[in-house]
């Protein structure tokens, strides 16, 4: 078993474990540092498959900013402990076992989607992708779609503003 | 690449893309809802870059910064929206979110 392979197993299975861990924790805190904890190891992921601006994307936008916005509104809030409704017990005898089937169909269907990807590419994708023809292909190929995007996140800005105020 | 086949990686996306829908069913409080959300976008932003590997294309890597930018967008409205619904209801689970139930 060679390094990657070996990296590839551990943080997936960290990545599974913190997703697991997101769903079992009661308190939301505890949930969004799992979910910190899924996102690293994606990103550790992402730089085995060479995507190296997309990993520091992860950390700093996902891990960093994002989840530093939920942690914040999980304090602000003081959200405490899930409650839990005790009326159904069809939830653990139907619900989970359907959840542990959708999961595996779910992980099954999408690996085969590979088979859809020709041969001759699979065998020349072998270099990492390199940053600077990245950013060339972004604002050649996709300038406009990249501009729209901050449009979109002044929306989203005004959007949070307008949401958030307290005399509305 | 490095003797990690792309499949292994589409599986991994599968088994998060899973385990998001199930937190998004089971879960109680609006916040940790949201967060299976970006558990979803997450577990499809690996399968975008392990397709964008196996094809040596960069519309993949393209395709995983956009949903991140709206990612960043939807957790932003969404949790403004979370904060007004915790005010008014005095509360953060979503079964006391019902008035649009008849």
Known sequence: MTLPVLLFFIFAGVAVGGALALILAR???HSALALVLVMVSLAVIYLLLGAAFIAAVQ???????????????IMLLNAGEEQRTQRSRMAR????????????????WVARGVKVVPAAAAVSAT???????????????????????????????LGAVVLARRDS | MNGVPISYYLALSGILFGLGVVAFVFKR??????????????????????FSRALGQFDGLIFVL?????????????LAIVLQVARNRRSLNIE???QMKS
Do not use: C, K, Q
């Open chain 2, 96 to 98: 006391d979110v019902d």
């Open chain 1, 27 to 29: 308190e939301p805190i």
């Open chain 2, 66 to 78: 956009f949903v991140i930018v709206v990612a960043a967008a939807e957790a932003v409205v969404g």
């Open chain 1, 93 to 108: 005898w139907i619900g989970v076992p359907l959840a542990v089937f959708l999961t595996a169909d779910l992980a099954w």
């Open chain 2, 29 to 50: 409080n609006i916040i940790t809802i949201l967060m299976s959300i970006e558990l979803m976008l997450n577990a499809v932003n690996l399968a975008f870059v392990a």
């Open chain 1, 59 to 73: 950390i700093i936008v996902y891990a960093g900013a994002i989840m530093v916005l939920f942690v914040f509104v």
């Open chain 1, 127 to 157: 270099e990492a992708f390199s940053t600077r023809d990245f950013s060339l292909y972004l604002f050649r190929a996709y300038l406009f779609p990249f501009e729209i995007t901050s449009i979109l996140i002044l929306i989203a800005l």
